[in-house]
């Protein structure tokens, strides 16, 4: 006879001191700036196991992030943001003047707002995304980094300022991209 850990999938926030220590597993998994997982470094091929803890991802109250998986949690070594944003899709044919929506890399969508994104001082972009989900509580969100092949589709929004910096042009307004606006990585 086999017995089964009932599925558990918490809601809101949760502390590690909540978690029994041998649930609590540490020094396994990574996560790359680039969305890829890493188990004991090596990287994690199969996809539908990266989509999985992508899915499972969740912040502590400690603003630490743990895969959950039943009553077991991982710990996760983040390189960058813990998601990211993968495709940006356009509802319309001008992306000028189109909603936008945020493909993030657990297969989740979101829409995405012009105004959202943030520039780091090394220039990398970001969005917050999944407010209220994903073990932020209800007035908190996460941070996304915006992967290559979604900064291609944003490509014909960008132009460079007089000043030389970089903004972002939709549904005619322009949107300046200045380093160095990310200073916290969980509250909104």
């Known amino acids: ?40 470094g090596e990287k994690i091929e199969h996809r539908g196991l990266q989509k999985f803890l992508s899915r499972q991802l ?20 983040l390189e960058d943001a813990p998601f990211v944003v993968t495709r940006i899709l356009f509802a319309g044919e001008d992306p000028a003047t189109a909603e936008m929506t945020a493909c993030l890399n657990d297969d989740s969508q979101e829409p995405l707002l012009a105004d959202s994104l943030l520039m780091s001082k090394e220039g990398v972009l970001y969005t917050r995304v999944k ?7 209800e007035a908190q969100d996460h941070l996304a980094r915006i992967s290559g092949n979604a900064l291609i589709d944003l490509e014909s929004l960008f132009v460079e300022m007089d000043d030389g910096s970089i903004a972002l042009q939709h549904q005619g307004n322009t949107y300046r991209l200045e380093r160095d606006h990310i200073k916290e990585t969980h509250t909104g």
């Open 131 to 137: 407010r209220g989900q994903a073990g932020a509580a």
């Open 58 to 77: 969740r912040r502590t109250e400690e603003g630490q992030y743990w895969v959950v998986n039943g009553p077991q949690r991982g710990l996760v070594e």
């Open 1 to 40: 006879m086999t017995s089964s850990i009932p599925p558990y999938h918490p809601q809101g926030t949760e502390t590690i001191a909540e978690i029994p220590a041998h649930f609590l597993v540490d020094g396994y998994l990574k996560l790359r700036a680039d969305g890829t997982w890493l188990f004991r």
